[in-house]
C-alpha cells in the first residue's frame, strides 16, 4: 500500500521523502559513500532541496561491479520461474504503491501526477511483460544438413551490466533494462541520473522486498558519471552496457566500449517529425499532436519536434493546436489543475528559450508563449511557432520542452525528405486517411518507429528503439530480453558414430 494518499498533502511529501533509502545499494546494503560524499535532489518546480542522499565515487562503482560479478553465476543458475516470480511480486508491488512512485516523480522531475500514474503504469507493465518472457527463452536444436553431427543453440545470460539511465522518465528508463536483465538472468549496476535518482532508490528497494538476492542489482547515483562509469566500461569483468541518454554521450560511450568490444545498447535522442496530410481527421491530428508534443512536458525522445503540415490545412490545424496549448493549466505537478508542470532545470530552460528565440529571429512567427515563467522553479509557457522556415536551428535540436514548430509542405514527397533530412531516427508520426500513403510512409521515413494516426508509440509489448544516431538495440517486446541474451552454439557429434 501508498504511504501517501491520491491527493498528496505537504504532509504526505514529507513522509514519502523521509520513507526513502539515501545510500548506495551495494551487494543488499545500503550504505553512504566511501568519501562520505552527498549531494542534493532538487524540486524543479521550486528550486529548493528534496532530499541529500549519498554520491558515489569511483571505489563505490568497483565495490557495485565487483558485487555484481559476484552474484552472477548463482544468479545464471536460478530457475526461469524463480526470476519470473520476484518479477512478478515487483509488479504487484510497484502497482500498489502507485501513488508513492507517482508522487516521488512529481517532485523530482515535475510533470503533473496524472503523468507521472501514467508513467508507474507504463514502468511497471515492463515488470509484467518480461516476467511473462522469462519462461520462454528458449535455444534449438537440428541435425546438421550433412546428418553428420547435431547443432545445439542455447541462450545463457550476457553478464555483468551497466545501465546508465536519464532523468525524463525515472521509473520507466530503469524498468526497460532491469526487468529484461532480470528475466535473462543479468546482474545490473545502475547508475541513474542524479537530477531524478530517488524514483531508482524506491524502486530498488521494492525489487529487494519481491525477494531479488544481494548483489543482483547494485545503485550507484553520483554526482560524478564519468569518474565513476569510466572505469566500470573499462572492467573486463562488464559484459554489457545499456544506456538511454543524448545523442552526445552515448556517441562517447560506444567509442569507450569499444575497447573491450562490450555489447552496447544505445537509446539515445531523437528528432520527431509528426506528418499532417490534407486528408487527416484533423481532430484526431491535433489531439494526436498534443500528446505527441507535451506528453512529459515535451521533454521526452519520442516528443514531436517538428510538426509538418501539408498546406491545405495548415491554418486550421495550427490554429486548433494554439487554441489547445494554450488552455493547459502551468502549475506544480501536485496541484490538480496542473496540465503541464516545469522543465527539469535551469540549462534546459535557457536552452530551450535559447531555441525559441533564434526560431523567431530566422524568420518563424510566434503565435503563442515564447516566455519563462517568472518566479520559483523552471516553467515555461507552452509555445507555438509557425512558417518556420526549413533550416532553422530548432528544427535540427532536440528541442525537449512544450514547443511546437510548425512548418508547411506541399507534396508527400517532400514531407518524406523533411521528415528525413535528419541524423537522427527515433521516431515519426503521420496523420492520413489514405491507407497506401501510411504504408508508403512506414517504408519511407527512416526510423525506428512509426505511429500511424497515433500520438504516442510506446508500448511495453513493442520494440523501443532508434536507427541513425537515435541508437542502437530495443527495449520491450519479444526483442527486448534478446540484449540480455547470448547465443551459444555446441557442436555434437554424430550419436550413431561410434
Ligand atoms: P544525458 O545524456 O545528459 O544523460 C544521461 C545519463 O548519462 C545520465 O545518467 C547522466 O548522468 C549520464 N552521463 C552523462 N555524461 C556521462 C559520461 N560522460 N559518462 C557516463 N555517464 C554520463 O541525457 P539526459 O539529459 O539525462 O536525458 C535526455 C536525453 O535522453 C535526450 O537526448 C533524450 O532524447 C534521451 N532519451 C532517449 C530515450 C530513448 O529511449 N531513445 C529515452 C529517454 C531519453
Known amino acids: 500500500m501508498s504511504i501517501v494518499s491520491a491527493n498528496p498533502t505537504p504532509a504526505d511529501e514529507r513522509a514519502l521523502l523521509a520513507s526513502l533509502p539515501t545510500g548506495l545499494l551495494i551487494d543488499g546494503v545500503w550504505r553512504p559513500a566511501s568519501d562520505g560524499g552527498t549531494f542534493d535532489v532538487i524540486d524543479p518546480s521550486t528550486g529548493d532541496a528534496l532530499l541529500t542522499i549519498a554520491s558515489a565515487t569511483p571505489a563505490d562503482g568497483a565495490a557495485a561491479l565487483d558485487a555484481a560479478v559476484g552474484a552472477q553465476r548463482p544468479w545464471a ?85 551497466l545501465f546508465i539511465t536519464p532523468w525524463n522518465f525515472p521509473l ?22 542524479a537530477l531524478t535518482p530517488l524514483t531508482a532508490l524506491l524502486f530498488a528497494q521494492v525489487l529487494s522486498e519481491a ?29 554489457k552496457l545499456s544506456f538511454t541518454g543524448s545523442t552526445e554521450v552515448g556517441r562517447r560511450l560506444i567509442a569507450d566500449a569499444a575497447q573491450q568490444v562490450l555489447r552496447v545498447s544505445m537509446e539515445l535522442g531523437g528528432n520527431a517529425p509528426l ?17 505527441a508534443k507535451l506528453r512529459n512536458g515535451g521533454e521526452a525522445c519520442t516528443a514531436a519536434n517538428r510538426i509538418l503540415v501539408q498546406r491545405g490545412v495548415a491554418g486550421e490545424f495550427s490554429r486548433r493546436l494554439t487554441e489547445r496549448m494554450a488552455a493547459h493549466t502551468i502549475a506544480r505537478g501536485t496541484d490538480p489543475a496542473s496540465k503541464i508542470g516545469p522543465l527539469v532545470d535551469e540549462s534546459t530552460r ?11 529571429a530566422e ?16 516553467f515555461y509557457e507552452p509555445t507555438v511557432l509557425t512558417d518556420v522556415p526549413a533550416g532553422a536551428r530548432i528544427l535540427s535540436q532536440e528541442i525537449f520542452g512544450p514547443v511546437a514548430p510548425i512548418v508547411t509542405f506541399d507534396t508527400e514527397e517532400e514531407a518524406v525528405r523533411l521528415a528525413n533530412d535528419t541524423e537522427f531516427g527515433l521516431v515519426a508520426y503521420a496523420f492520413t486517411r489514405d491507407l497506401n500513403r501510411g504504408l508508403r510512409l512506414a517504408e519511407e521515413l527512416e526510423v525506428g518507429m512509426f505511429g500511424l494516426n497515433t500520438g504516442i508509440v510506446s508500448n511495453p509489448a513493442a520494440p523501443f528503439g532508434g536507427v541513425k544516431q537515435s541508437g542502437t538495440g530495443r527495449e520491450g517486446g519479444i526483442e527486448g530480453i534478446e540484449e540480455y541474451l547470448e547465443t551459444r552454439y555446441v557442436g555434437i557429434a554424430d550419436p550413431y558414430r561410434e
Open 350 to 360: 535557457q536552452k530551450v528559450h535559447e531555441l525559441v528565440t533564434s526560431a523567431v
Open 363 to 378: 524568420g518563424a512567427t510566434l503565435a503563442l508563449g515564447g516566455r519563462v515563467v517568472q518566479g520559483a522553479g523552471y
Open 211 to 239: 525477494g531479488l538476492p544481494d548483489g543482483v542489482l547494485n545503485v550507484i547515483q553520483t554526482t560524478r558519471a564519468g569518474a565513476v562509469t569510466g572505469p566500470l566500461i573499462a572492467d573486463s569483468r562488464l559484459r
Open 172 to 193: 520507466a528508463m530503469a524498468t526497460r533494462k532491469i526487468a529484461p536483465a532480470i528475466a535473462a538472468g543479468c546482474t545490473m549496476v545502475l547508475k541513474p541520473a
Open 275 to 291: 506528418l499532417v496530410f490534407d486528408d487527416a481527421d484533423l481532430d484526431k491530428a491535433v489531439d494526436g499532436a498534443m500528446l
Open 77 to 161: 543458475r536460478t530457475a526461469p520461474r524463480e526470476r519470473a516470480e520476484i518479477l512478478r511480486r515487483a509488479f504487484d508491488a510497484v502497482t500498489a504503491r502507485s501513488d508513492d512512485f507517482a508522487l516521488l516523480m512529481t517532485l523530482e522531475m515535475g510533470k503533473p501526477l496524472a503523468e507521472s500514474r501514467g508513467e508507474v503504469a507504463y514502468g511497471a507493465e515492463f515488470l509484467r511483460w518480461f516476467s511473462e518472457e522469462t519462461a520462454r527463452i528458449a535455444g534449438r536444436f537440428a541435425m546438421a544438413p550433412d546428418g553428420n553431427s547435431r547443432l545445439l543453440v542455447m541462450k545463457r545470460p550476457v553478464g555483468p551490466s
